[in-house]
T-cell receptor, first 117, second 116 residues
Framework: KAGVTQTPRYLIKTRGQQVTLSCSPI?????VSWYQQTPGQGLQFLFE???????NKGNFPGRFSGRQFSNSRSEMNVSTLELGDSALYLC????????????????FGPGTRLLVL | AQSVTQLDSHVSVSEGTPVLLRCNYS??????LFWYVQHPNKGLQLLLK????ATLVKGINGFEAEFKKSETSFHLTKPSAHMSDAAEYFC??????????????WGLGTSLAVNP
């Protein structure tokens, strides 16, 4: 089975621009989560999607948004980029099976490294 | 409030000596607990997880962790460190919330260095 894929792997943008990152989960996985990873802040949860609906959201400004498609693929968008948005953005997928979801392993993609100049 | 505390941000051991990475948590629920590992320039990978079965959990690469409810701890151990164990380790608490939603709380990570 193919793992979680993320595109692009690297991205350079300038302040004020917007960016869209893509994530394809493992086949059969219906839950997709997004994280921001920076050296100083560790892993920060952005949001989780399940069946095209946002189920959880972290404490990020409205400039960060996401969506999930019917095939479970997900995109996240960051508008009006700031220097502080430079980070590794990780996507993780899991099965998403009812009441046992909290016990499920998350499978991570390699990440998209975003540099904002 | 729910929280995860990884008690050491950096741990340094010699190759062949034991590894102990400490994790304490606070949860109002009956959580599942996970340890994930991130090797340099590689993705995050599950090391092991506790899901209310056996309290001593064995993972990959010789790692194990013991869930101690009375101490609210889930420390990660390995009898003998290998150079390839050098990585960042994350402790995670997962809780079931209303509507079958999942609440994950991540620790800040422990960087493990292994010296020859």
């Amino acid at each position: 089975k193919a793992g979680v894929t993320q595109t692009p792997r690297y991205l350079i943008k300038t302040r004020g621009q917007q960016v869209t990152l893509s994530c394809s989960p493992i086949s059969g996985h219906r839950s997709v989560s997004w994280y921001q990873q920076t050296p100083g802040q560790g892993l920060q949860f952005l949001f989780e999607y399940f069946s095209e609906t946002q189920r959880n959201k972290g404490n990020f400004p409205g400039r960060f948004s996401g969506r999930q498609f019917s095939n479970s693929r997900s995109e996240m968008n960051v508008s009006t980029l700031e220097l502080g948005d430079s980070a590794l953005y990780l996507c993780a997928s899991s099965l998403g099976l009812g009441s046992t979801r909290y016990q499920e392993t998350q499978y991570f993609g390699p990440g998209t490294r975003l540099l904002v100049l | 409030a729910q929280s995860v505390t990884q008690l050491d941000s950096h741990v340094s051991v010699s190759e062949g000596t034991p590894v102990l990475l400490r994790c304490n948590y606070s949860s109002s629920y009956s959580p599942s607990l996970f340890w994930y590992v991130q090797h340099p320039n590689k993705g995050l990978q599950l090391l092991l997880k506790y899901t209310s079965a056996a309290t001593l959990v064995k993972g990959i690469n010789g790692f194990e962790a013991e869930f101690k409810k009375s101490e609210t701890s889930f420390h990660l151990t390995k009898p003998s460190a290998h150079m390839s164990d050098a990585a960042e380790y994350f402790c995670v608490v997962s809780e079931l919330r209303a509507g079958n939603n999942r609440k994950l709380i991540w620790g800040l990570g422990t960087s493990l260095a292994v010296n020859p």
